[in-house]
């Protein structure tokens, strides 16, 4: 049986969307539900003007980098802007260039820091569930022990 081969225009019109970061675009309808990045958008307002992308958008972008596995500001051309998937799932149709980026980044003030701080620890209580279990022990001045085990060796019944 012989293959057929697709012309290129064929190929083209395929609008099947693939991405090497699939977990994370499956990640993305919760954490647009939750509003997840909402209190980085209403509560850091870094001084720059939003020419095409406002300075917050480009924190997003640069937090999708790191989720990515991006190691530099750099890396993000090559992991996020390109990853089409990943910027439609979190509704985004192009992303920023690292070195819009990275103007951002020089452009934030020590305020811009503790905003960020601020939204980030928010972020914390509204998405972590054992924030309320910490909070309550905290008031009740005792002491809580949280046991976490980062081997990666496989946990049963009989393991220690």
């Known amino acids: 049986m ?29 954490i647009g539900d ?39 500001v750099y890396d993000v051309n ?4 390109v990853d089409k998937a990943l910027l439609k799932a979190f509704g985004y149709q192009k992303c920023a260039d690292q070195s819009v980026i990275q103007e951002t980044l020089n452009a934030v003030t020590q305020e811009n820091i503790q905003q960020m701080e601020s939204a980030l620890d928010e972020i914390w209580k509204q998405n972590n569930l054992s924030a309320p279990l910490l909070e309550k022990t905290q008031k009740e001045n005792k002491t809580i022990t949280i ?9 049963s019944k009989k393991a220690e």
């Open 147 to 155: 046991d976490i085990d980062l081997s990666g060796q496989i946990a």
């Open 34 to 72: 939750k509003k997840v990045f909402e209190p980085i958008h209403n509560n850091v307002k870094i001084p720059q003007k939003k020419i095409v992308y406002s300075p917050t958008d480009k924190l997003v972008f640069l937090t999708l980098g790191i989720m990515s596995g991006t190691e530099t």
């Open 2 to 30: 012989a293959k057929k081969r697709l012309s290129k225009k064929q190929s083209k019109n395929n609008n099947k969307v693939f991405s090497e970061h699939a977990s994370l675009c499956a990640l993305a309808p919760v």
């Open 78 to 81: 090559y992991t996020i802007r």
